[in-house]
């Protein structure tokens, strides 16, 4: 079974910078494109940024453009996030998922999610 393991969340405040990481296992990882999605209270859950298999090419939402940076290390079958000029609207509970694209990005089947990993950003 996969198994997706985020981590890095917390507090800070706006203006901040924040890394998430996601462990993953069960999986062909360096075959698997990887992507951060993530759940306001009270809102559908949405994408945010996605990375090829092999790291060279990437994805974000508009409203990370600039901001955000996903990576991989296929060697360690590890994604991160990297998080700054963070802003309240960030807020959310981030989740990391193998991904494919038929015109948006989703989570691939047979993938269940993980707890993800919660980010508060104060004011």
């Known amino acids: 079974q996969v198994q997706l393991v985020e981590s890095g969340g917390g507090l800070v405040q706006s203006g901040g910078s924040l890394t998430l990481s996601c462990a993953a296992s069960g999986l062909a990882f360096s075959a698997a494109n990887m992507g951060w999605f993530r759940q306001a209270p009270g809102k559908e859950r949405e994408f945010v940024a996605a990375i090829t298999f092999s790291g060279g090419t990437t994805f974000y939402a508009d409203s990370v453009q600039g901001r955000f940076t996903i990576s991989r290390d296929n060697t360690k079958n590890t994604v991160w996030l990297q998080m700054s000029s963070l802003k309240p609207e960030d807020t959310a509970v981030y989740y990391c998922?193998?991904?494919?694209?038929?015109?948006?990005?989703?989570?691939?089947?047979?993938?269940?999610w993980g707890q993800g990993t919660q980010v508060t950003v104060s004011s």
């Open positions: 998922v193998p991904v494919t694209r038929y015109g948006v990005w989703k989570k691939v089947d047979n993938v269940y």
